[in-house]
């Protein structure tokens, strides 16, 4: 069983400096039928004006993973962390106790387009930590590769939550099949350009929830490249 979330159906709010839409309640928008899915909580697909950004601002009890799709993204936090992300990395703060943290766009001249994607996690108060890793467009094509699980298996960055997140890259005659073990839900988010999943064509920003499905199944468009992250979730 699956059900598609149109990229044009989410939540938006346009800020000047800041262009933010939300697949799942956030902020302003509200909408009792899109809360979540499972541990998943927010996927928010934000595009910040260059030199502008998100001031120092408090989390806790979440886990938050940024994954940058053009420009750069300057971060820094009360831990005492501070690094540049560009696409193809991964970053991976736990909020557990209490963390601050600011998110700029690290260019005075171009953008920055990148998902901010919270998980919850499954203990609460546990300690803050971060961590950021790159997994190259080689190691995404044709495939899923994981970038973030529990366990931070394969070079993972490691997520305190009962999720596993891959990302992959696909073209034309280019396809890939995720097993999904029993009891496992899947949330498919397109972050670029155009694929199909499940024999559903989806564009960026379009999202596809699962549930009592045996695998996940990636192809890519004719004439087309796409980029998804694929969610595994308890």
């Known amino acids: 069983m699956f059900q598609r979330r149109l990229a044009a159906d989410r939540g938006h709010a346009q800020h000047g400096w800041l262009d933010s839409w939300h697949t799942f309640s956030f902020a302003d928008y509200y909408d009792a039928e899109h809360m979540g899915f499972r541990a998943l909580r927010v996927i928010n697909d934000d595009t ?9 601002h408090p989390h806790r009890d979440m886990e938050i993973v940024s994954y940058v799709l053009e420009g750069s993204l300057e971060h820094k936090d009360s831990m005492g962390t501070g690094s540049v992300i560009v696409p193809h990395d ?3 703060m736990s909020a557990g106790t209490g963390v601050t943290h600011s998110e700029y766009n690290a260019s005075r ?9 919270w998980l919850l996690p ?6 803050p930590g971060y961590e950021q890793k790159r997994f190259s467009p080689e190691e995404k094509r ?4 994981v970038v973030a699980a529990p ?3 394969d070079g993972a960055v490691t997520i305190h939550s009962d999720a596993v997140v891959y990302a992959g890259i696909f073209r034309e005659g280019e396809s890939f099949e995720l097993d999904l073990a029993p009891g496992r839900h899947a949330w498919v988010h397109v972050a670029k350009g155009s694929v199909w999943v499940q024999g559903q064509a989806l564009t960026a920003g379009d999202a596809l929830a699962m549930t009592d499905e045996k695998s996940v199944r990636i192809e890519g468009v004719e004439g087309a490249e796409g980029e998804v992250l694929v969610f595994d979730l308890g």
């Open 48 to 56: 910040v004006a260059p030199g502008q950004g998100f001031g120092r």
């Open 122 to 127: 499954k203990q609460r108060g546990i300690a």
């Open 90 to 92: 991964v970053q991976r």
């Open 151 to 153: 366990d931070g298996r």
């Open 109 to 117: 001249a171009e953008p920055v387009h990148f998902l901010q994607i």
């Open 142 to 145: 044709a495939k899923l590769r």
